[in-house]
């Protein structure tokens, strides 16, 4: 189903079903291949609170909070984006603009591996922990290999079977950056929103900061 251009959603990343970010996005195109989003530096977010030095990948499931962690109001600063959501994979493609104050150019393509699901104006994002990084030459490597390793088998992430298919997704996407085909074809890496395209206003606080699977569990996969 199309949505209409310029329409605001918002996108929910969870890492190991625990809220992490939740952050207005545009619609820039949409389609039965899928959605393309803008994500603009400054962007009002919503972020979990963690304790002091933590990154929230790397806190234990079994040491978080049952509930999730407290949520505070912030921006997004990590540059703007284009993120491409193919229908029915497993992954994003970021087009990433290198100047966190949004006046750089297009400096690569980031591939997230993920599981999704959308819900009305929710894209609830499962961020399955390996991704490769594109140059703008097209050569890519593996990221987070070592972690994406060490939480393989563990109750709350994927199994050993799953994480073949996780890998094999990201060999997927990148064969297509080495035959430089579409996302990797040079489209969009000139895109400038449109001057009308304010800042989105910050969304509700998330409800719950935990995604959770029809039994009450912490949500393992959106599938």
């Known amino acids: 189903m199309d949505i209409e251009r310029g329409r605001v959603l918002r996108w929910n990343l969870y890492l190991g079903g ?23 530096v400054g962007s009002p977010a919503w972020h979990a609170v963690l304790p002091p030095g933590a990154h929230l990948r790397d806190i234990p499931p079994q040491e978080r909070p049952a509930g999730g962690y407290p949520l505070r ?10 993120i491409h959501q193919p229908a029915g994979a497993s992954h994003a493609v970021w087009w990433l603009f290198s100047s966190h104050d949004g ?18 104006d929710d894209i609830d994002v499962l961020d399955l922990e390996l991704d490769v990084t594109v140059r703008p030459d097209r050569t890519w ?7 994406f390793a060490a939480k393989t088998g563990h109750p709350s992430y994927w199994t050993p079977r799953e994480a073949e298919y996780i890998r094999a997704e990201g ?19 000139d895109f400038t929103p449109p001057s009308s395209w304010a800042l989105p206003e910050l969304p509700p606080r998330p409800v719950s900061p935990v995604l959770r699977d029809h039994e009450g569990n912490v949500a393992r996969t959106l599938r």
């Open 103 to 120: 006046s750089g150019g297009f400096s690569g393509w980031y591939v997230n591996l993920e599981h999704r699901r959308r819900d009305a």
């Open 171 to 189: 060999h997927r996407v990148a064969r297509l950056a080495e035959s430089g085909v579409f996302p990797f074809d040079g489209t969009w890496c």
């Open 141 to 147: 490597e593996w990221k987070d290999e070592e972690s």
């Open 18 to 40: 625990h809220l992490s970010t939740c952050t207005p996005v545009r619609v820039v195109d949409s389609g039965p291949e899928g959605l393309l989003l803008w994500l603009a």
């Open 73 to 82: 109001a912030g921006r997004w600063h990590r540059g703007n984006a284009l």
